[in-house]
């Protein structure tokens, strides 16, 4: 009894998912895609789409009267940025300015790792360590090794 209620409730539930997908035309449809290239004029970076504001509820109601009417996304998408400007896209356009917005942050921070890199090889404190006497060993003559070599001798045979 258990199973044959449960197969009828996901059969509704499957039912009312296929009703409600089909009550959503292809003209919803494309308003949804059309509304989440456009970005809500009151809202901070929330799309038309997914924004319950109401101009973003106007401007998705508008957006399905061309769409009715056989307007492209593109004249569409045109018409809400003369309207608003380009400020209304959530991925503007690479060109003019906003060639600048994509492009100076990468630089600086290519810029800031060059003087990093910079900034440590040239560190005096982080280079290695020099021994001071090394270069006095080389210094010695065979003389100086010898006597060296007698009196190092000498302490050892003491102990």
């Given at each position: 009894?258990?199973?044959r ?6 059969a ?14 292809p003209i ?11 970005k809500?004029?009151?809202c ?41 400007g380009?400020?209304?896209?959530l ?23 060059a003087?990093?890199v ?17 270069e006095?060993?080389d ?21």
């Amino acid at each position: 009894m258990k199973y044959r209620a449960a197969f009828f409730l996901a059969a509704f539930l499957f039912l009312v998912a296929g009703v409600t997908a089909l009550a959503k035309g292809p003209i919803d449809q494309e308003a949804t895609k059309i509304g989440q290239e456009l970005k809500c004029p009151v809202c901070q970076n929330i799309s038309v789409a997914d924004s319950q504001s109401e101009l973003a509820t106007q401007m998705r109601a508008t957006i399905r009267e061309k769409l009715a009417a056989g307007e492209s996304k593109e004249s569409i998408i045109r018409y809400f940025v003369d309207r608003y400007g380009e400020e209304v896209l959530l991925n503007p356009p690479k060109d003019g300015f906003t060639t600048l917005v994509w492009l100076v942050p990468p630089a600086l921070i290519l810029l800031l790792g060059a003087v990093l890199v910079r900034g440590i090889r040239n560190n005096k404190y982080l280079s290695p360590i020099e021994d001071p006497y090394e270069e006095e060993a080389d210094d010695l003559s065979e003389d100086d090794i010898r006597k060296y070599d007698e009196v190092l001798n000498r302490e050892l045979s003491a102990n």
